[in-house]
């Protein structure tokens, strides 16, 4: 068992201030948290866009939405960082990367569970992608959660690619069962591992933590622009399958909390995503679910946001008509092109000879090659048990006052 020596990071929720400014008053009535329909859906859009003109205005609206968000997942102010005691253990050698099973300290007796997957044969410093998962079940020949066997493909291509890559468990989902998942105290928790993630990984001394970016796909979509939302040092970012005008997420765990309202303030998850900008960011949909409308409707209101910075060229769309909500070889494909870009990462190495990514090389683990805690290395004993537990110290963590 190897023990992470980690540094204290302690990166601050940039940007997030008082609103001072109440010209963008947005009453009526809001929708059901978990959806609206589509053509409501683009009539609140045009409203939210007609509440500013300009670079000035929508960064008002930017520091606003920031705020509130950091306020309604109670990390506002922001947790004290503890000391994570990371652990990795069960390094596998594979070609072209590693991956090791690892456990940390995301607040005192809470133990977030992931899998870390390097580069071998380079040498370093490398970029970092941190790889938030989606609400996928076990099923025959294909493990749950982070260890689905698509998110083994992504990371395992990405660190082949040259990025250290660290995927991990939602709460209450794979081992991570200290506390229940459909709960809207799920959503804070979760936005907390987070940020604790990338605390983890460019802590390493191989990281390179000016290149850092986050993907994922559905309810790991979800966490990926609300990371980039909170943390500026997401310097990229690529939600799969999840940016929509009129889906809010189908979890407690996603819209449980009013996230998306409050005195004053109507928003949703497209302007979430456009709180990135002008951070380069890819909105990869599809025409089999929500997302089906983001060529003319989602992406073109992010491509405004953008240009209102001279950037509309960071911002992209790959949209697959003919596919459904999932993470797949085109959807990986996509962000492959798209993280290279940003990342400097070598594509090159991972092409074939027709010009494709060539994912053959990623060797699928089974779940039992995956997990952190087995007989032989129990979760330890200081771990809090059950949702009420968890969520009572979550709150209690002492606050650093800006």
């Known amino acids: 068992m190897l023990t992470l020596p980690l540094a204290l990071v302690l990166p601050t929720l940039v940007g997030l201030v008082h609103a001072q400014d109440k010209d963008d008053h947005e009453g009526g009535t809001w929708p059901p948290h978990h959806n609206m329909g589509e053509a409501p859906a683009r009539e609140a859009l045009s409203k939210m866009g007609a509440t500013?003109?300009?670079?000035?205005?929508?960064?008002?609206?930017?520091?606003?939405?920031?705020?509130?968000?950091?306020?309604?997942?109670?990390l506002l102010p922001p947790p004290r960082k503890t000391?994570?005691?990371?652990?990795?253990?069960?390094?596998v050698e594979q070609e072209g990367y590693a991956v090791s099973n690892v456990s940390f300290e995301s607040f005192p007796g809470f133990f977030v569970t992931g899998n870390l997957y390097e580069p071998t044969g380079r040498d370093g410093p490398f970029p970092v992608v941190v790889a938030p998962h989606g609400h996928k079940r076990r099923a025959e020949g294909n493990p749950e959660g982070r260890m689905q066997n698509a998110y083994q493909t992504l990371c395992a291509t990405l660190a082949r690619m040259g990025a250290i890559v660290f995927t991990w468990d939602m709460v209450g989902w794979g081992e991570n069962d200290q506390m229940e998942h459909r709960v809207p105290d799920a959503g804070p928790i979760q936005t907390w591992n987070t940020l604790r993630s990338i605390d983890f990984v460019t802590a390493l001394a191989c990281a390179d933590a000016t290149r850092v970016a986050a993907t994922g796909s559905s309810g790991g979509g979800t966490q990926t622009f609300l990371a980039a939302l909170l943390d500026d040092r997401i310097r990229a970012s690529a939600p799969v399958v999840m940016v929509s005008a009129h889906w809010f997420g189908g979890c407690e765990c996603e819209s449980g909390l009013p996230i998306h309202q409050g005195e004053d303030l109507r928003t949703n998850n497209v302007e979430f995503a456009a709180c990135a900008a002008p951070r380069p960011q890819l909105l990869v949909s599809v025409g089999g679910d929500w997302t089906r409308n983001t060529p003319r409707v989602e992406y073109p209101y992010l491509q405004r946001v953008y240009e209102t910075y001279g950037m509309g060229g960071r911002v992209r769309n790959a949209h697959f008509q003919d596919e459904e909500h999932d993470y797949g070889p085109?959807?990986?494909?996509?962000?492959?092109?798209?993280?290279?870009?940003?990342?400097g990462l070598d594509i090159e190495s991972?092409?074939?000879?027709?010009?494709?990514?060539?994912?053959?090389?990623?060797?699928?683990l089974p779940r039992e090659k995956l997990v952190v805690f087995t007989t032989e290395h129990p979760r330890p004993d200081r771990a809090l048990k059950g949702?009420?537990?968890?969520?009572?110290?979550?709150?209690?963590?002492?606050?650093?006052?800006?």
């Open 350 to 364: 991972v092409r074939a000879s027709d010009g494709a990514v060539d994912e053959s090389a990623v060797g699928i």
């Open 83 to 91: 000391d994570l005691n990371a652990v990795a253990r069960g390094r």
């Open 52 to 74: 500013w003109s300009d670079g000035k205005s929508w960064q008002r609206r930017r520091d606003r939405i920031r705020e509130h968000v950091a306020r309604e997942l109670g």
């Open 387 to 402: 949702t009420r537990a968890v969520t009572a110290a979550f709150r209690s963590l002492p606050r650093r006052i800006q």
């Open 330 to 343: 085109s959807k990986r494909a996509a962000v492959y092109e798209f993280l290279a870009d940003e990342l």
